[in-house]
């Protein structure tokens, strides 16, 4: 029962006639799952002229009936989530109370995109000079691209389709090759939802696919996820081509134990943050900074026993559910093994090796793995592993953790875990890192709220949903009035001779 | 199969044990209907003191969560609007698609409080001074009442209810005497929506219900639509004891055609918004004021056909609909009579007289009724009819039509209709009134706009809905914050002889 | 040289015709500095009627205009600082650093204003319905009434005055009777600032002038600031005259010192909070709740040394420059003498006695008073004493300190000490007081936040200065506009036969 | 005596040693006039190192004291106008009034600056979760740079400046090579209005100095005004290099005139929008669209009269002052009369030919130049011409006029005028520009809105000044934080036998 993952172009599910695809795998057990379609420049610009052609009367159609579309979008995703979210574990590999909870971070957008009337509201100034008004209105920009990466195939395409479309824009989604079934789901029930035909469509591919929608004259504005030197290359081309663009990057998320924490709580936090998704997440924390030797014995001794007691496994159809999944393929898979490889060999203090793991299935695990004594001069500090490795970096101060995460190339998130009020206030001001947390280890904002790093984390000046969203998907158009007078300076009754 | 409407405290239909009732008529047969209980001062304390105890653990929970409801709530509202709708044609006597309109506009509102997350913001400013931050927390002041009127008994108590109880407050109903029904119905679907119980109650009463509630220390805010004597009583015994009002009252809406208007347009806009629900909207128009004798004349002419051939009738199972029904109550259709008595005892010309209308069924029916040459000294041009009763005012000119409306004693609605932007522009600055229409015969605000009228129609400095309505139903706080110095400055590794 | 203090009308300084006044006293040395003039009800409405006619040429200023005065304003305050601050002490006793202080904190409200084109923004939507738009434009409401308390001659008006002018009001300040030179002073300034004369007044006098007012049909708004028991009145009044009222009252701000809080700091926060301007502001702190018996010993030892040290004496023209000056008058100290009586019988522990100072002056002056043992029973406790009077009240735990503070009547100011971020948030979520410090004991919200407290402090929804300053010296008008097609749907081209 | 325009680093003038500089004309006589210093990359990055060390510290000054600076930097801008609009008009060549109304269009936007505390207020709400915050603080992005072009030395400038600084930012400015003496004014009065030294500094170059600051790692932000080309390149580059940038272009802006327009007020708008500052602004007014022939014979007669008439000489001490002065350089007047030329063997009728010009001094001319019959074919339609050279162009109706605009290449400003609400109304829907004038010919809006146009005459989504100009010159910074209990929980009584 082999899956053949297709477009979704214009309402339909669309056959690919590239006759190029890619091999999608369970990276549970390993075996194969079929194959998605890798979509043609020529393809991709046909869904480009679909959804231009689309935009028109979306755009005309009044913002509280696009919300009334996202109204049934969001009840429909409820009613089809364990579906979705069996999806996700399938091709992606996290375990299935985690894929649930990806879908809940993309529907909390759907929430907030029914907010839209409100939310797209301009400003009208009267008077500017004597019976001169202006006013502005935010209108869509048109053909919006977004490219997302396999670690959330819900969540981040939900970060920016719901926005997009209640801005009155048409949308082409280009997920990733690795877990893009999800895709389809969306669309088929966006279209359920009362979405018109064309606003929405999924065109499934790789770089051709890609350089075809930045060349484009007729893509406004791009969004993208994925790692930085992508997100830097997506950014510089698709500026150069004139477009809006917001390209969120990697990440190599610090979290710092002060010795006043409540270690416990610190504990606990870490392994999920650490491990959860299998360290597959831009928000995952890679590096705990213990401040002080005595919080970095304790902190160290304290996961150890953790991480060795992590259950293991496929993210579906077990009881109890395991904690952590298999990583998305073998290639990434052998790299995280090479990763750890290196931290040891550059001289790092192994505390937990998850090369060793066995599991109930053949899939692509690299269990929980610790190191202690880890230095800003090592790869596995430097670089964004993307797989179940924590390392521990200690720290002699305070001021010593914070020069550290600020010297750091990425800025996406941090967290401090402290009691004292003070030491979270200058963190908090000082980090310079787009989201951060106090005693929160993974600080993503909530929808209302923007996504977004700092540093080479981000590329472009607007973060993704909340208030940013919705400027990034709409232009600005600002009008000037007054009048001649007239009419209303004359008498218009019948002279009589009363 | 007689009705008898109860109260609904705590989760649960309660029944009065005052034993005092008001009868319930079916306007369009006048037949006995059932009863309506009025409830005791010490019934609508005890409603007010399981209000209070409710609101502690709704108010701590997240505005997210109590989004939710109100995503449950609309869903639920449109599951139910066939049958909302025909217990308000029932007791109000309006058409069905009126009735169904009528929700729709108090379901906008619910669809608005569903972005309350983002509504509830406060603000925050980093360092207001060196390493002090201040911010803001808008947070629900506590037990609420909302006390409405017969015209809208759905759409009315949803401006309020909705943004209320997701702000976090628990909430009050004291519904009209004369369609007390589809209260109960609302509470039923707040509780299915998952409201907890006690948030949300409604108490049937008459004076002595809406005394007890307006002296109760422990109501911190008051909604009121109403008439102007009342409205303006409620404003001032509800601020005499501490709490905060708003309090709409009556109208007198003008709707002014210019000689440049499209004229076929203006007098379709106005039959619906004078006849309309049987004039008995706060936004009716019950005065045309014709700018110039020519379009005067043509007005007149073209409006006399239409009101002859207006369809009186029942509001249910008539085919086709009737675009009338009848008025709420024999006392108020007498009333409305004595109007058109008094406009032609006073002078004014009865173009077409509705008292002579005849019907299929023997309801409290007034046909619409047209008078031309009303003048300003005139009852019929002073008071609020809410009947079917159309004045039309002749100006000489727009300054005196202008003139005319400013100096009315009321200020809720008004509209324009003409080609010209100066005209319209200068009567939109101009105009002393709430909410104004260009070429829109009834210019009710959306829902994420707030309603609210100027002058003797409203008492309170904030209006019902849209950014208003949230900052009615919270409270500020203001926090600033600067923290003493200890940890951040200390080391934390142990002296070693490295 | 004695001074008479006359009313401002129509740009000019005008002497009242009734024949009354009231004595001015300089509190630093008892002698009688002058007369202010007590002007009659028929004045007032003279003042009002002025204001009515001279607000419409002021409201069709454009508000970028109306900011230029404020801008002017703004430099002519500091221009003239040493002047007004020096009325200030002579007149109200506070000493001269604490007299520019509280220049200054008036002063950035009319900096605030200075952006009132921003500020006064209304929202536009595009599309509320196909081809239909709505707008919302925030008017001026007339003529507004500033009635201001004798405590902060200067900074109370400055809250009122700068955001009701730029919004495009004519304004009335009726000042303190007991020091009110600076608002002349005042009304001199904004003349020159280029203020049209008539838009700003001052009226003098005492329960007529304010009871004409607050019946005259011409007064739109009244913002109040006093005691609790005057606050109702006037909002009470005022109210049921159809106005909008903002009435701020009276305060018992409580602050709490946690076991972990930096003693030094929080004593010495407390020692300005507590006796500056002899206690004689409404965000003085008059409680400090010290949780834990070792806490408390601690502080009242470290309290009693400091008060015992105070530097009080005149405010003016000596150095080094006196800590506290007298109280405003001879009643009021009198007043403040029986509360310490009261005290002291009802069994608190008097640690330092205020009654027996001596001072280089013979003027109104009591001296620091500390009180330890006091309990919620006590008069002392449960009345605002507006005098140099610290009572501490001993709680076994946190919990008990925010009940104490959460039953007290007033809710206007509060703050706690503590290094603790969860106790700090606990705090600022839970306690019912509008103005919340974390270690800052006067949390006094800045100029672009808004004032207000909780319960019995405040009557009306809307706070001061901040964004509820503007909406509450504004009306919304809401515009819904769509337009009859017609020139733009026909051709302009001769026939020709090309 | 000539001049020599040097750079401003660090608080002093500084003189470059790259021994390369660029001649200055008085373009209303071609006398030289001195020199620009050009600099070299390795100066302009000497600039950058200091402004990045100086912008820490002014991070941490508080906005408030931030906006004072900004308070003073108006009051001299307003004492040094008339030396700063000769400064203009000796360089650039406009005539004085002009200079000086380019002054104001700046000094509004220090102005709007001033309002930084509340412009730069985060959201902040309150249980994101349970006992969990989130709040968003926008931080500056650290050392920005404006790239400004010759035709608004004062305002273009200030449109960045004010608001880059007032966010906490500082900043290198890079004038045009043309008239660069204005830019060492600002930063005299900047530095006297208060700003530390090395927060604002000034590099004068060429292509080396901009690609040097394009290149630095250590420029966050970077915003362009210039042509479309270059606006383009500096958009690409400036990306590819990880900034964020805004960059505006070109423009070719229509005037719709509609056959019921105002033609008297049309032809006198369209007469300063055309040829005002030579035409030399972004926002002029290059072609009129005439809705049908009788609308565009009697426009077209009524501007032959009006240009033939110009008067068009020196920009400085003539009386009574010219309307037009020269254009700013003899290239570029070359330029201009080569596009004349053009137009005339393309086909376009030859109205009024501003080449024939006789002027009171030898400067670089053009006089007032009409064209009729242009059509979409011609290079004088396409390009850009930056003179005063005006076309013509015919439509048979609105919506061929409409579509010719959609159709440009560029979407700056446009404006239309008619008496006529709808078609106001559907133009300012439909047209493809971002800033649009009914019945106002050059709808540049004011400091409080934002200024962008749409198409190819901007890159990036954040337009300049308003909400938008401190969005970007902000990084978002977003706290998600809870507490571990403990303290709070506790008692501190000690035990007692009571």
Redesign the interface.
């Known amino acids: 029962m082999s899956v053949l993952v297709s477009n979704f172009i214009n309402g339909q599910i669309v056959q690919s006639e590239s006759g190029n695809h890619a091999d999608l795998f369970n990276p549970a057990n390993g075996e194969l799952r079929g194959q998605v379609q890798l979509s043609s420049a020529k393809e991709a610009l046909g869904a480009v002229e679909v959804a231009k052609q689309a935009q028109h009367a979306w755009q005309?159609t009044?913002?509280?009936q696009r919300?009334?579309v996202m109204?049934r979008f969001?009840?429909l995703l409820e009613q089809h989530a364990d579906e979705l979210a069996t999806l996700i574990s399938t091709e992606h590999g996290k375990v299935h109370s985690d894929a649930l909870g990806e879908l809940t971070r993309g529907l909390?957008v759907v929430?907030?995109a029914?907010?839209i009337?409100?939310?797209?509201?301009?400003?009208?100034?009267?008077?500017?000079?004597?019976?001169?008004?202006?006013?502005?209105?935010?209108?869509p920009v048109g053909v919006c691209v977004g490219i997302t990466p396999f670690n959330f195939p819900v969540m981040v395409p939900l970060w920016m389709i719901p926005v997009a479309l209640a801005c009155g824009n048409s949308f082409i989604l280009k997920p990733s090759e690795k877990d893009p079934s999800p895709s389809l789901k969306l669309a088929e029930l966006l279209k359920e939802a009362g979405l018109p035909d064309g606003v929405f469509n999924v065109v499934q591919g790789d770089k051709e696919v890609v350089d075809a929608l930045l060349e484009s004259p007729d893509v406004a504005?791009v969004s993208f996820v994925g790692s930085t030197p992508i997100a830097?290359a997506i950014?510089?081309k698709g500026?150069?081509n004139?477009k809006?663009?917001q390209a969120l990057g990697g990440a190599k998320n610090h979290l710092v134990v002060?010795?006043?924490?409540?270690l416990e709580?610190a504990t606990n936090a870490i392994m999920g943050a650490a491990y959860g998704a299998a360290g597959e997440r831009c928000m995952a924390i890679s590096v705990a900074v213990a401040?002080?030797?005595?919080?970095a014995d304790k902190l160290v001794a304290s996961l150890k026993q953790k991480v060795e007691s992590l259950r293991v496994g496929p993210g579906l159809n077990v009881s109890p559910e395991n904690e952590m999944g298999p990583l998305v393929s073998e290639p990434h898979m052998n790299k995280v093994r090479d990763y750890i490889q290196s931290g040891v060999d550059q001289g790092a203090t192994l505390v937990v090796d998850g090369r060793d793991i066995t599991t109930s299935t053949p899939g692509y695990f690299v269990g929980g793995t610790l190191f202690d004594n880890v230095t800003p001069d090592m790869t596995i500090y430097n670089e964004e592993i993307f797989g179940p490795v924590l390392s521990v970096v200690r720290a002699?101060?305070?001021?010593e953790a914070l020069t550290l995460i600020n010297e750091h190339e990425f800025g996406n998130g941090t967290a401090i875990f402290?009691?004292?009020?003070?030491?979270?206030?200058?963190f908090?001001?000082k980090v310079e890192?787009?989201?951060?947390?106090?005693?929160?280890p993974i600080?993503?904002?909530?929808a209302?709220?923007?996504f977004?790093g700092?540093k080479?984390s981000i590329?472009?000046?607007?973060?993704v949903h909340g208030?940013?969203g919705v400027?990034?998907y709409t232009?600005?158009?600002?009008?000037?009035?007054?009048?001649?007078?007239?009419?209303?300076?004359?008498?218009?009754?019948?002279p009589t001779m009363k």
């Open positions: 005309e009044p913002p509280l919300a009334r109204f969001k009840a909390e929430e907030f029914c907010g009337p409100h939310l797209l509201k301009g400003e009208h100034s009267l008077n500017v000079g004597r019976e001169i008004d202006s006013y502005s209105m935010m209108q504005a830097e950014y510089s500026s150069a004139g809006r663009v002060m010795p006043d924490a409540d709580g401040v002080g030797d005595e919080t002699k101060d305070y001021q402290t009691r004292d009020g003070d030491t979270a206030r200058d908090s001001e890192i787009g989201m951060v947390g106090v005693n929160v600080p993503v904002p909530m209302f709220h923007s977004g700092w080479r590329f472009g000046p607007l973060n208030n940013d400027r990034f232009r600005m158009k600002t009008v000037t009035a007054r009048w001649p007078k007239g009419q209303r300076e004359s008498e218009f009754v019948m």
